[in-house]
């Protein structure tokens, strides 16, 4: 191949390749998690088995679960669904790193984080769970109050 074909082909990696480093930044979204969560939807699967919980079902069975996202990566979550079935106030922190959503907590003395695989799509938090053999998980879908 001659050498200004080359040269040709080479300039025009270099330009696709800046074209791309300056405009992607503008595709990504700036995902802003402050404010009010509310609960509307959770599914999760057993084996094959997948079931779903609607924002109707929520309601009528009295399940309530909101995050409280505070600028300083403060959390206060509020849920009746945290494993004694009344209602309860957790403090704690939050981090956002890429797909993880790292919620600490402490409960009955004890430090808890919860990693979700985290997913922003349409204004609503997806926020899943895999069981460590991959068995069972669970979405939870959450959207601004």
Request: glycine residues 6%; proline residues 3%; negative net charge.
């Amino acid at each position: 191949m001659e050498p200004s074909k080359i040269l040709t082909i080479m300039k025009r990696i270099i330009i696709v390749f800046f074209t791309l480093f300056l405009v992607a930044p503008l595709f990504s979204q700036e995902i802003d998690l402050t404010g009010s969560w509310t609960l509307f939807e959770m599914i999760w699967t057993q084996g094959e088995e997948v079931n779903k919980t609607t924002e109707n079902q929520i309601k009528d069975q009295g399940m309530t679960s909101e995050y409280y996202f505070m600028p300083d990566g403060k959390l206060k979550l509020i849920s009746n669904m945290t494993g004694s079935g009344n209602l309860e106030t957790v403090d704690g922190t939050w981090k956002l790193e890429g797909d993880k959503l790292t919620c600490s907590f402490i409960m009955d003395a004890n430090s808890v984080d919860i990693i979700w695989d985290f997913e922003f799509k349409d204004d609503v938090m997806h926020l899943k769970r895999t069981s460590p053999d991959g068995s069972t998980s669970v979405v939870n879908s959450f959207k601004r109050k």
